[in-house]
């Protein structure tokens, strides 16, 4: 199959990258044998704009899209998080190549405003949406031409390809990196934990309280140093909804401590992420892992297995395309209530 991905794919950053959802989610399509064409409008808009200034290049960038679909007839067309590409382009490849199915790919949480009227728009053009949050919580976009499916954060094989559960001896007993701000009072629950946690712990935060973010390398190297982990999303209680970090942390083999209110606990088989209810029992938790290693490389090592098995990207791409085209599914997925 011909498939066109249009995603922000940080060229830009010439390296110092974060992890992407949507590079995984293409090396899964290409994995699967399919003909794979990207599209990153972000920097197509840079590169495209008088100056460089990104926003003087965004009808250029819709453009450019349009003539790229032209030049490749994809079957479908998969779109990620573009905001610079308006529906209307979306329409007009649609128009120009009637066969063509359309998929859109959202792993933002719904509590962000802009999110939420951006796939309320993207609804109206969309075959399927794909959204990282469980399907129980999609109501609001419901009724309009999109089908809606969960999509879970996925693992890559050549992306997550360090196991902290095989190593006893580790610099950094627990991590956590973020530098996002909005939306969330994770600083507080940060700074409250740090004087809570056992005085032995070696706790590592970056992004925060001065110490920089890390990008790139030195992210993998952080989490290859790292034995736990905090799967902190900006706010609680989004059914099955997670930030990445769990694919990150769980499938490096980092103990991924994950609150209870997000459901996944009815997702990840028993004895792989370690769920608490509040900062008082994450702390218990935290505590009691970090006094039985043993238990740790256990639990973290059962995660990193089931993620590796059943959340790769291979099987998230494949998901995606049976999904969006309506054929029959050749895998029995463990998101599939």
């Not at 498939?3 to 794919?9: E, F, K, N, R, S």
């Not at 608490?276 to 990193?304: C, E, P, Q, S």
């Amino acid at each position: 199959m011909r498939i066109l991905h249009v995603a922000y794919q940080q060229l830009r950053r010439y390296g110092h990258t974060r992890v992407s959802w949507a590079q995984k989610l293409f090396f899964g399509l290409v994995r699967n044998g399919h003909f794979v064409q990207g599209f990153s409008d972000r920097d197509v808009a840079a590169f495209e704009a008088p100056l460089g200034i990104r926003e003087l290049g965004i009808k250029r960038a819709n453009r450019r899209l349009i003539e790229t679909a032209d030049a490749i007839e994809p079957d479908l067309l998969v779109v990620g998080h573009c905001d610079m590409i308006s529906n209307a382009t979306l329409a007009t490849i649609r128009q120009r190549h009637p066969g063509i199915a359309i998929a859109v790919c959202n792993v933002d949480p719904l509590f962000v405003p802009h999110n939420m009227a951006h796939l309320h728009e993207r609804c109206e053009i969309a075959d399927a949406v794909f959204v990282s949050t469980g399907v129980r919580e999609l109501q609001p976009f419901t009724g309009k031409r999109a089908r809606l499916y969960y999509m879970p954060n996925a693992v890559d094989e050549s992306i997550e390809v360090y196991d902290s559960s095989a190593k006893a001896e580790l610099p950094v007993d627990l991590i956590y990196c973020s530098n996002a701000t909005g939306h969330t009072k994770r600083l507080e629950d940060l700074a409250w934990l740090k004087t809570r946690l056992a005085p032995s712990l070696v706790f590592k935060i970056h992004g925060s309280f001065g110490e920089p973010p890390v990008w790139g390398r030195d992210y993998d190297r952080a989490l290859a140093n790292s034995r736990m982990g905090l799967n902190l999303n900006r706010q609680e209680g989004l059914y099955w909804y997670t930030s990445d970090r769990v694919a990150q942390l769980g499938g490096n083999g980092v103990l991924a401590f994950t609150n209870r209110a997000t459901g996944l606990d009815t997702l990840f088989p028993a004895e792989t992420l370690p769920y608490f209810d509040d900062l008082d029992d994450l702390v218990k938790r935290v505590n009691a892992f970090h006094a039985d290693d043993a238990m740790r490389r256990a639990w973290a090592g059962n995660t990193r297995r089931f993620l590796h098995a059943e959340m790769n990207s291979r099987l998230v791409a494949r998901y995606v395309v049976e999904a969006t085209l309506q054929q029959p599914y050749t895998h029995d997925y463990v998101w599939i209530e």
